[in-house]
Antibody, heavy 125, light 106 residues
Framework: EVQLVQSGAELKKPGESLKISCKASGYIFITYWIGWVRQMPGKGPEWMGMIYPGDSDIRYSPSFQGQVTISADKSTSTAFLEWSSLKASDTAVYFC??????????????????WGHGTMVTVSS | DIQLTQSPSFLSASVGDRVTISCRAS??????LAWYQQKPGKAPKLLIYAASTLQSGVPSRFSGSGSGTEYTLTVSSLQPEDFATYYC????????FGGGTKVEIK
């Protein structure tokens, strides 16, 4: 079974650092992009960026560039999302998801077909 | 950045109703659009990719259409399990999600 299992909920103080994880199983980890999505309380999902574990190519959304670091460890089939100094506004659920691709006609199209259960990050003094 | 505008933000419907949700892109996205369903406390679930291709296992009452900047998700006959929030996502340039459409029971 294809699965993405995320690390547990975190309660942190402003200014602290944090690294959350997303462990993949059931497929070849290095051959699919993994994306990260933020969902603030009561709001819609926001695209943060994605990584291709095969060569560590990373694409950040402009809104999140410089605010977080995306990485991956091929040896453990795990993707990570990291903050060096958390703010209260980072309070949200963070999802990882696999980007699948399908050949339709002559072009590849995409969708996030497998999702983690989400990691709730609460930042409060 | 490409912006996605969904409408309506909220709609009230009954079981059996035909429901249509719109997603408008700020520039052409050539069909690089996916639709998701999300229920409270759960991750989004992929319904449609490439604007109109049904993801495996998704009921055929869901359909997608559109091109250029205008896209539509249709539920032909709303079922009780379809009351949820729906989001579009573009993959033409980086990626973004639309603001969502919450479908509630009338």
């Amino acid at each position: 079974e294809v699965q993405l299992v995320q690390s547990g909920a975190e309660l942190k103080k402003p200014g602290e650092s944090l690294k959350i994880s997303c462990k993949a199983s059931g497929y070849i980890f290095i051959t699919y992009w993994i994306g990260w999505v933020r969902q603030m309380p009561g709001k819609g999902p926001e695209w943060m960026g994605m990584i291709y574990p095969g060569d560590s190519d990373i694409r950040y959304s402009p809104s999140f560039q410089g605010q977080v670091t995306i990485s991956a460890d091929k040896s453990t089939s795990t993707a990570f999302l990291e903050w060096s100094s958390l703010k209260a506004s980072d309070t949200a659920v963070y999802f990882c998801a696999r980007r699948q691709q399908w050949l339709v006609g002559d072009y590849y199209f995409y969708g996030m077909d497998v999702w983690g259960h989400g990691t709730m990050v609460t930042v409060s003094s | 950045d490409i912006q996605l505008t969904q409408s309506p933000s909220f709609l009230s419907a009954s079981v059996g109703d035909r429901v249509t949700i719109s997603c408008r892109a700020s520039q052409g996205i050539a069909g690089y659009l996916a639709w998701y369903q999300q229920k409270p406390g759960k991750a989004p679930k992929l319904l449609i990719y490439a604007a109109s291709t049904l993801q495996s296992g998704v009921p055929s009452r869901f359909s997608g259409s559109g091109s250029g900047t205008e896209y539509t998700l249709t539920v032909s006959s709303l079922q009780p399990e379809d009351f949820a929030t729906y989001y579009c996502q573009q993959f033409k340039s980086n990626s973004q999600f639309g603001g969502g459409t919450k479908v509630e029971i009338k």
